[in-house]
């Protein structure tokens, strides 16, 4: 994803309440979500650079956002991690499953874009003018640089650090994972280690398409259906060939989680199930 800093960290406290791989706990994602207005209205503060009318207007369009999020898509996570669990349980999980299941992620985090959408350009409609997009585009530009350092460490340390977080990851949910499993997430990793600076080629051309469209003082309701096309269909708007690298991603991750939950042992198996449905019984209560 890539296009207004704000708005990027907007959908990614959505997009961690739905893959939920790297919350600590099913407390510690009630924790998390406490502070996810913090989380966003600090990314909005670092970006937008906002006197303070701007800042109380963006206070109050995170607040009816997480609203909305809280109200529509926790129910609809939590059927998504309930239906997970009982295949999981069942011991049937297969490649076709893995790949339905990635697709279900994708079009749940399609939904958060196009509802996040008409918060977010409630905000960004005030952030228009010649002086604001330079103030953006500068603070795009030094997160970029970021991103580009970090890529230039060694090759080899980041693989090993993106391998070590991966298996983390799954093993909040799993436990300690054995050597096959951990030889699927080497893979994994193996298979994508250049794409990063594939993606920040893309990154970059959709934040300058992001600023140059804001450039043009589009009204609200231009900036609400611009959202979802940049977020989602960025390619098609800057770089058409990102599009296959876009679905190889998907399958990638798709065989990822085969390969791992295919082979979970009775033990994994139980503890995977249990802590998907207290996920789920968390944001059901959450929803109430």
Known sequence: MSGGGYLGRLLRLATIALILFGLPACSGFRLLYSFADTYIIDAAESY????????????????????WHTRIMLPRYARYLSLSAKRIEAGTVDRDWAAKRTQDARELLSEVVFGAAPFAADVLVRYTSPAKIERLSQRLDERLAEQHEKMASPRDERRAQRQKRIAKNFERFTGPLEKAQLAVIESYVAASADAGRRWLETRAKRQRAFLDFLSQQPDEARIATFIPQILLHGHEIVDPEYGAITERRWTAIADLIFGVLSTLDAEQRRKTVRSLRDYAADMRKMAS
């Open 48 to 67: 937008l650079d906002p006197d303070d009318a701007e800042q109380q207007h963006i206070e109050i369009k995170t607040q009816q956002f997480l609203a």
